[in-house]
């Protein structure tokens, strides 16, 4: 680990029209310091091209487009309509050509074109979900909540947190359409939430909400078509833990050693260690994050600090990580910070 970061958190805004806070990120002390913010309404999440070039953020309205400055600050550059309800999560191709947009509310994938520039352009493709799930409460209708593609840039993954399972949608990099090939389906009841892949791209991982487990899949092409072979699944708790639990965020280390989840209503996170043989998961830790509902946690860039994003009492809270001892201790105070949601590292150059 080499260089200097910033980090951005996206927050609600009732009250507040700053919705990313930027920080300048003390990898040696694992602390923030904050440096700017930036106005847009309710973001909810973010994601960087693999270009490393642009931040894209759902907003009331849509998406928008920042391009990232030499120091880590932000300018907006674009902005765009997903022709639906509010989005929850957001992804570009390996390419940086298509911008694929969950939508948790009404069950959609939207497809927008990207310019070399990062300017949103038109949508190219409008997928809804349908059927009916298997709890009768926020899982009786589709609810698309995680879009990422597989790393040969090849297939989008769509977990549906609604129907308890994941669509496989081959994409068109000419037109910008989705067309399903396969279907990976979850247990009843689990509600699937967030997709991770392992760095060499074999190894699919996706966090269950309900269910409070994650899946590990080998992924690969048999006869040009996709097949997912299930070959773990691990839980994201201790065996004694809060009844009313329900696992939130899934995050990869920098060096994709370790995979981290955090746990609402038990308000912990989850450190596995990942084998980078066969890909499967080992629990380090399951510990408290001293915060109230943990919407995304991180690894920072040196995997000896960890921030937990506390959504519900308006809290970050940074830890020292010591994956030999297995422990996690608080070292520094807490950040108050509204409502916040998601977490993004960026190296400077």
């Known amino acids: 680990m080499a260089g200097r970061y910033v980090a951005y958190v996206s927050c609600y805004t009732q009250g507040s029209k700053v919705g990313i806070r930027i920080y300048d990120v003390d990898v040696e002390n694992g602390i923030f310091h904050e440096k700017d913010q930036v106005e847009i309404s309710n973001s909810s999440y973010m994601t960087i091209t693999h270009g490393r070039k642009v931040l894209y953020s759902i907003t009331d309205y849509g998406v928008e487009g920042y391009r990232i ?102 994409v068109d990099h000419n037109h910008g359409t989705l067309k399903m090939v396969d279907i990976i389906h979850s247990e009843q009841y689990s509600g699937p939430r967030h997709v991770k892949i392992s ?80 890909g499967t998961l080992s629990k380090i830790f399951c510990l408290p994050i001293s915060g109230d509902y943990p919407k995304d946690a991180a690894l920072f860039p040196d995997n000896r600090h960890l921030v937990s994003l506390n959504h519900e009492n308006n809290t970050m809270t940074f830890f020292a990580v010591d994956t030999e001892k297995k422990t996690l201790v608080m070292n520094t105070k807490e950040i108050k910070i509204q409502q916040p949601n998601c977490i993004v590292f960026h190296r400077l150059d």
């Open 69 to 170: 400055r030499e120091d880590g600050t932000l300018e907006t550059i674009t902005a765009a309509n997903i022709n639906g309800m509010r989005g929850c999560y957001l992804s570009t191709d390996y390419a940086d050509r298509f911008l694929f947009v969950a939508g948790y509310h009404d069950g959609k994938i939207t497809v927008l074109r990207l310019a070399e520039d990062g300017q949103i352009g038109e949508i190219t493709d409008e997928v809804y979900h349908k059927g009916i799930g298997s709890v009768v409460d926020k899982n009786f209708r589709p609810h698309v909540n995680c879009v990422k593609m597989t790393r040969d840039n090849k297939y989008l993954l769509a977990a549906d947190l609604g129907l308890d399972h994941t669509k496989v949608y081959q």
């Open 199 to 278: 760095k060499n791209g074999e190894f699919i991982y996706i966090v269950h909400e309900t269910s409070k487990c994650v899946d590990v899949y080998r992924y690969y092409e048999e006869n040009d078509n996709p097949e997912f072979e299930k070959i773990q699944s691990i839980s994201t708790l201790n065996d004694y833990h809060a009844g009313d639990s329900a696992a939130s965020a899934l995050n990869l280390s920098e060096d994709f050693k370790y995979l981290l989840c955090s746990n609402a209503g038990d308000n912990s996170v989850i450190l596995y260690n990942i084998n980078q043989d066969n």
